[in-house]
């Protein structure tokens, strides 16, 4: 680990329009500390970053965010702010600014602040992985923004992930790497509060050393036994077995992370995959681990139910996994899930949980990017499916694409609907709304759409889509709608 460094760096400037006055109610009432995770302005309602991020490649264009603010109205372009890249972009170092939006209070004063992974950011001259964080105040996100953390070139950073995985009721930013040459997992723990110039607490590091974990993969925190205190799922590929993956718990609490749980289903199989995310399906205070198994090509997966995609649902427990609840996997083929599973259909991508339909049950939300909708390859399409007593259930599923009555737009070859996801509760009802984001969209502009939520669920009707150049974006290859903040 000698070759590791963590580095605070300089504040990187990027440029704010805020179209409209926002949270101006706000302002008088001043912070509180139940308002919402994602709350930026204070203002009591849910809102949503969008991010446009360039390719990993010199000569794209800088990278931004757009974030619409909730109200009672839920989301709406005209309450927006946009945040870009432009002062700080250099074509031979890429920034990706707008990749992998994750929110949350820092520090500690009431409004949430966004955060954006941001791959081979140019840094005092130099390039590294970087996790950088606009704060969240009465008027919006800050023009500028922080570096919280910087890691050198030898490490690969594959993601981050943010939860109090220590129990001092502040949440903590995990990052997640492998260091070229050394084959173990780790990731780095910096630990809330941070002030205002980026600097946590404190930092703590971990590693992951055991049954050849070797390459991670990605990452997502939530309190799966129940204790208050936020717990880590991190997925996995071994390097020797490249088309294996796997998916490890590590319970947190005050005294640091605990040895890795590895994750089986029935028959004893690895469970694994691409993406991963953490909540509450049966509502029994116990976080369910989901894992996004959505490349369904290897050779490993002859043996496993996951054809065209699936959803690998893990339950929680006082000792992190259920003993009592078996793990399950779901796909298209599952009883009651509309359609049927078909290789490359990518179903498990762009996970995302919350309660659709306000019956207190969360709901899981997954894109299935390459799903083909007649002659159209990989068109795109959308499942919510629904939590229950029982857990998560193909019963009442619902699909979405642009070919679905009252979904704007039209279907087309390679459009790829459902690449992102989120579920937000932007009017504050206590139901989610659907949020999809398809950054492959009319030539790779993006688009976004937005879906209401009912007592029966995510609706299509008055649904509506916007591309960058709604919200001032230039969208010749904005990639707009890449990553959805969750």
């Known amino acids: 680990m000698s070759k590791r460094r963590l580095a605070l760096a300089a504040a990187a400037a990027v440029t704010a329009a805020l179209t409209v006055p926002v949270a101006a109610q706000a302002a008088e009432a001043g912070p509180a500390a139940s308002r919402p995770h994602d709350d930026f302005n204070g203002d009591g309602y849910p ?59 820092l520090d500690g ?63 903590d930013v995990i990052t997640l790497g492998n260091e070229y040459g050394v084959e173990d997992g780790y990731g780095d723990v910096l630990h809330g509060p941070f002030d205002r110039s980026g600097n946590p607490a404190r930092t703590s590091t971990f590693t992951i050393d055991t049954d050849n974990f070797q390459i991670a993969r990605t990452i997502a925190a939530g309190d799966v036994n129940g204790d208050g205190i936020a717990d880590l799922a991190v997925g996995a590929v071994d390097s020797e077995e490249p088309d294996s993956r796997k998916t490890a718990l590590l319970l947190g609490s005050s005294r640091g992370l605990a040895a ?44 496993l139910p996951t054809k065209g995609g699936a959803l690998g649902v893990v339950y929680g427990g006082p000792n992190g996994v259920s003993t009592t609840r078996k793990p399950v996997w779901i796909n298209q083929d599952t009883a009651g899930v509309p359609g049927a599973g078909e290789r490359g259909d990518g179903m498990g991508t762009g996970l995302s949980i919350g309660d659709t339909d306000g019956d207190g049950y969360q709901d899981v939300a997954t894109g299935l990017p390459g799903e083909d909708l007649g002659t159209l390859a990989d068109a795109g399409s959308v499942l919510v499916l629904r939590g229950g007593a029982h857990g998560l259930t193909g019963t ?38 659907l949020v999809v984001g398809d950054p492959a969209e009319n030539a790779n502009n993006g688009s976004v759409w937005v879906f209401a939520a009912t007592s029966g669920g995510i609706t299509a009707s008055r649904s509506f889509t916007f591309g960058a150049a709604t919200v001032g974006v230039t969208p010749t290859g904005a990639r707009f709608g890449t990553s959805l903040g969750d």
């Open 47 to 105: 809102d949503l970053a969008i991010g446009a991020p360039p390719k990993t490649s010199a000569g794209t264009k800088p990278g931004s965010v757009t974030v619409l603010y909730g109200s009672a109205n839920g989301l709406s372009t005209s309450r927006r702010q946009v945040l870009d890249d432009s002062k700080v972009y250099d074509e031979s170092h890429p920034t990706g600014y707008g990749t992998d939006l994750q929110s949350a209070d």
């Open 109 to 171: 004063d009431g409004y949430a602040d966004l955060l954006s992974f941001i791959q081979w950011a140019p840094v005092d001259g130099d390039r590294g992985n970087t996790v950088t964080v606009n704060w969240g105040g009465p008027k919006g996100l800050s023009a500028d923004r922080d570096n919280l953390v910087r890691l050198p070139d030898s490490v690969w950073t594959y993601g981050f992930t943010v939860g109090d995985v220590d129990g001092d009721k502040h949440p």
């Open 260 to 303: 890795p749980i590895w994750l089986k289903d029935p028959n004893g199989r690895r469970m694994g995959g691409e993406d991963l995310a953490i909540g509450d399906l049966n509502k029994d205070g116990y976080a369910e681990i989901v894992i996004g198994h959505s490349m369904d090509v290897y050779d490993s997966d002859v043996e």
């Open 396 to 433: 009442g599923a619902k699909t979405f694409h642009q070919n679905t009555t009252g979904v704007p737009g039209t279907a087309e070859k390679n459009d790829r609907f459902g690449t992102a996801t989120t579920l937000v509760d932007a009017d504050g009802d206590h139901k989610y709304g």
